[in-house]
């Protein structure tokens, strides 16, 4: 998998994202080897992880790191409830290495910490039944929002609409694309 990620992050490549948690069998540190791969390469690396995974990636500084609260607590090492605690979190997320760090919160949005300023991402407009896959729904749209050009608070938007898209719909990776374009319109 490594040497064919190696392959892929040729001319043209600009982003690389990284979902879930190590495979068993795999080392801790597989997840931060395909980090340094893609830095090498000028490839910036999504990551929605979480354990040793996160961790290992963590250590090669990806460009931007998303988490949901749990993942975040699971990764300082204290509860993250609220806006404040996803706030700081955000933060020491950074401070582990991400240039970017997205904490997720459902239905209570979430926060951003960029290296010029924070942001609050509001509450969903609507909730969906099948909260299963929205995460990487949220990491598919920002990737998409940030592959068209848009900036990151626009793409965090589209990022948002996107989950609450998928939570509308059973089955991880089930989602209306035109609902998703039609909320982050709105949103704007």
């Not at 500084?61 to 607590?73: G, H, I, Q, T, Y």
Request: with cysteine.
């Amino acid at each position: 998998m490594e040497r064919l990620v190696d392959e892929e992050l040729g001319p043209g490549a600009e982003l690389l994202t990284i979902s879930g948690g190590i495979p068993p069998g795999v080392d801790d540190d597989a997840f931060g080897r395909i980090c340094r791969a893609a830095r090498r390469s000028g490839v910036r690396v999504l990551v929605d992880a979480y354990g040793p995974g996160l961790v290992g990636a963590l250590r090669e500084r990806p460009w931007l790191v998303k988490v949901n609260a749990a993942e975040a607590s699971e990764l300082i090492g204290r509860p993250v409830q609220g806006e404040s605690d996803a706030s700081q979190a955000a933060v020491e997320i950074r401070r582990l290495g991400a240039d970017v760090a997205v904490v997720t919160m459902g239905r209570a949005g979430g926060v951003a910490s960029m290296p010029e300023h924070e942001l609050r991402l509001p509450p969903p407009p609507m909730i969906g039944p099948y909260g299963v896959g929205s995460g990487d729904a949220f990491l598919g749209g920002l990737a998409a929002g940030i592959l068209s050009g848009e900036s990151v608070p626009n793409a965090l938007v589209l990022a948002s609409a996107t989950a609450t898209a998928a939570a509308q719909s059973p089955g991880p990776g089930n989602l209306d694309a035109d609902l998703a374009r039609r909320l982050s319109a709105t949103s704007r």
